[in-house]
């Protein structure tokens, strides 16, 4: 299968909203300051209120159609395709760190860790969140998901499933019920880790009709390298994945690419077709199916 790697060290995106977000309010400034003094040319008698009533209209025309610039994303006119996150795990490890907390809901950077995984990933215009119905905060974690995104898919599950690869499958097929099915492209994410990355990169790849699958990856990870058994190690030639080897670390773990945990696919097709010939081969890892795998 051919797949790109995006170094998720890379460019940061939010160098990028904010430089939007500072064009748009030099822009509103602008355009407040020309109706106030338009304003004050009627009060004086210079021009007729008709002509504030025709002018106002005519800046506000161009807002009419667009999406609301101040949301929860700041490139939600940018949205594309769907954002799937497979929530339905234990979330062990956070447990045995002593949070008493439940995963998605544990706070970083003022936000629930899901939301702020979430919005670390490409804007989306469905978000589709799959998660156990016996999860501790279930409600809360639910009630969350629809402020946020109002219009998402939220699907839950009895138990937990037999991988990733499994519980992402299940919201992809709650998207294709929903949405369009040849919505394009299709993120994979995971609930508990963020990413810096290239946008402009991203949407390069995204868009490029030779490109199937985009495995983002990041390099120099210090758990790593300490703890080389739990992450997928990217195999790559000048940006083309080979292979992923799952917790299995190549030959120079300090500097080999792992697996981030986010995986674009073209078509929701390239990825259940993957996901079949993961089963036919019975490619779990420790007990389970990972999509890491699924690249192979």
């Excluded at 769907?82 to 706070?107: C, D, S, W």
Aim: charged share 20%; glycine share 10%.
């Amino acid at each position: 299968m051919f797949g790109g790697l995006v170094p998720a060290e890379a460019l940061g995106t939010m160098p990028m909203r904010m430089l939007v977000l500072a064009c748009a309010l030099v822009g509103f400034g602008l355009i407040g300051s020309a109706w106030l003094r338009l304003c004050r040319a009627a009060a004086e008698g210079r021009v007729d209120l008709t002509t504030v009533r025709f002018t106002t209209f005519s800046w506000m025309l161009p807002l009419l159609p667009a999406k609301p610039l101040f949301s929860n994303d700041g490139w939600s006119y940018a949205a594309q395709g769907a954002l799937i996150i497979p929530m339905a795990g234990l979330g062990q490890r956070f447990v045995n760190e002593g949070y008493a907390q439940t995963k998605p809901l544990i706070p970083v950077s003022g936000r629930p860790m899901v939301a702020q995984a979430t919005h670390d990933l490409p804007p989306a215009e469905r978000h589709v969140f799959v998660l156990r119905a016996d999860m501790a905060g279930y409600e809360n974690i639910v009630e969350e998901l629809k402020t946020l995104y109002p219009g998402a898919i939220i699907q839950t599950v009895d138990q937990v499933t037999e991988g990733q690869a499994c519980t992402a499958l299940i919201g992809l097929q709650a998207l294709v019920q929903e949405s369009d099915p040849g919505m394009t492209p299709v993120t994979i994410g995971a609930c508990d880790n963020g990413a810096l990355y290239d946008a402009e990169l991203f949407s390069k790849l995204a868009n490029d009709p030779q490109v199937d699958v985009i495995v983002w990856g990041v390099r120099s990870y210090p758990n790593a390298t300490r703890r080389p058994n739990m992450f997928g190690w990217i195999d790559a030639k000048n940006g083309v994945v080979e292979s992923i080897s799952v917790k299995a670390p190549l030959d120079a773990p300090a500097t080999d690419p792992i697996v981030l945990g986010t995986f674009t696919f073209r078509r929701e097709g390239d990825y259940r077709r993957a996901y079949e010939r993961l089963l036919e081969r019975d490619g779990r890892v420790n007990g389970e199916f990972y999509i890491d795998a699924l690249i192979n």
